[in-house]
Nanobody, 126 residues
Framework: QVQLVESGGGLVQAGGSLRLSCAAS????????MGWFRQAPGKERDIVAA????????YYADSVKDRFTISRDNAKNTVYLQMNSLKPEDTAVYSC???????????????????WGQGTQVTVSS
């Protein structure tokens, strides 16, 4: 069965950095586009960043552009989210998602993804 396990969340001060990891198993990782989403209490789940199967194309939400970087290591079946210059409004549960898609276009909608991890909490203090 497909499993996605996030790690790397925690408590950090504003202006600090964290790197999230998502380890995938039970799939042919290089055939999957991967995405990061986040959800704050009482809010809808929103796209943060996504990367296509080969890693040549990426997508970023405007709110994180120039601060966050998504990358993948297909040899390790892992996708990463490097988060710099963190702000209190970045506080949320961050979830990893996957979809079997070998296309150039990067999926950016929640309903385009088939598999989800349990999420990891990121808390940014003032």
């Amino acid at each position: 069965q497909v499993q996605l396990v996030e790690s790397g969340g925690g408590l950090v001060q504003a202006g600090g950095s964290l790197r999230l990891s998502c380890a995938a198993s039970g799939l042919t990782f290089s055939s999957y586009a991967m995405g990061w989403f986040r959800q704050a209490p009482g809010k809808e789940r929103d796209i943060v960043a996504a990367i296509n199967w080969s890693g040549v194309n990426t997508y970023y939400a405007d709110s994180v552009k120039d601060r966050f970087t998504i990358s993948r290591d297909n040899a390790k079946n892992t996708v990463y989210l490097q988060m710099n210059s963190l702000k209190p409004e970045d506080t949320a549960v961050y979830s990893c998602a996957a979809v079997n898609r070998r296309r150039t276009r990067v999926p950016a909608r929640e309903d385009e993804y088939d598999y989800w991890g349990q999420g990891t909490q990121v808390t940014v203090s003032s």
